[in-house]
């Protein structure tokens, strides 16, 4: 089992300690654990600070690192907010340490929080195509990361969603783009914990539009911001992957990509 999206109290948005998130690991038997904390320096809700502190982040990692590292591989990570205005402060952070491992997500996108009510509660075509045009726009600007976090994440929060036709130009553009540039995606079994139904994330029409047009590069991550939710639903992720007709999971050291079969 491989957990390549997890956080911490690192992240704004946790409270866990990441020794605690490890150990948790470490007790499922898990044989590699990426620490992915969020970094989204001017995200656009002022109530969170996203500013990583990157060296005690750093120091940590490495402490953990070497105090399990008989019993767990544990990835140097990180989540990087992606929003178009602010590119060269990702690539300053990207580029100030020695990561294994980078998720690219939009949390943010055409100036808003995408959970903000303003943004969410668009009409749904007008706000579909906002949402992945954006994405499309900032994947041909930034490159440096190395997996796409939770593609469809717009799902989780819009008031409704639209059909996938409304929009499957975009994604299909967004599909041949990631694999052009050697970019995964990632299966992201949160949707499972929010009880999204069919609405996987992503989809398992967007996982075979990759799978199809020739991606491989597919991790899968818990998004887990608390110990108990380390590796939930992994079993159920892999078959979906096979359904789709991925053959590997992607596991990465030093930003290079390996692969193991499913």
Known sequence: MYDYHTHSSFSADSDEALETMLLRAISLGIKEYAVTDHCDPHYRNAEYDFELDLAAYAQELERLAAKYGAEIKTLKGIEIGIQHDV????????????????????????GFEIYAPEYANRPAEELYRGFYGYMLQCLKLYKDYDVLGHFNVIDRYAASIPADEVYRDLVEDIVRLLIADGKGIEI?????????????????EMLRLYARAGGEIMTVGSDAHRAADVGFMFDRAVHMAREAGMKYLATFENREVKFVKI
């Open 188 to 204: 992201n079994t949160s949707c499972f914990r929010y009880g999204m139904g069919e609405r996987t994330t992503p989809t398992a």
């Open 87 to 110: 590119i060269e402060d990702r690539l300053a952070v990207i580029r100030a340490y020695p990561f294994d491992f980078v998720i690219g997500s939009f949390h943010c996108a055409e």
